[in-house]
């Protein structure tokens, strides 16, 4: 949960940003790293092992993850955009390294 609460004050951050059309001149592609994908990488690679192990979360961290991820994709298309259009690259944006479900990579 706590990584879930962060994680909704960047996205927060973010998308005032993006609204500004300000976000890469703001960031640097490694504070968005960081700030977004890392943290996302964290939960991402956390519901892999509790799938893998076949335990669950709790309604209210499913709720809540449910939540970020609705916030999360409300705003990564656009960041990557604007990073492109200012020659800034999210790091690994589109690199098929990355387990199929992390759809943010």
């Known amino acids: 949960m706590n990584v879930i609460e962060k994680m909704q ?3 927060s951050r973010a998308n005032q940003l993006l609204k ?12 968005f790293d960081s700030w977004i994908q890392d ?3 964290d939960i991402g690679y956390t519901l892999e092992l509790l799938g893998a192990m076949k335990l669950s979360l ?10 970020l ?4 994709r409300g705003i990564f298309p656009e ?10 690259y999210p790091i690994d944006a ?3 390294v990355w387990p199929e479900s992390f759809w943010w990579r």
């Open 9 to 11: 004050h960047w996205i």
């Open 20 to 31: 500004e059309h300000n976000l890469a001149e703001s960031w640097d592609q490694t504070e």
């Open 39 to 41: 943290l996302m990488d």
């Open 58 to 67: 709790s309604t209210k961290a499913t709720d809540s993850l449910a939540n």
């Open 69 to 72: 991820e609705k916030n999360l």
């Open 79 to 88: 960041a990557v955009r604007q990073y492109r259009e200012s020659g800034h």
């Open 94 to 96: 589109g690199r098929k």
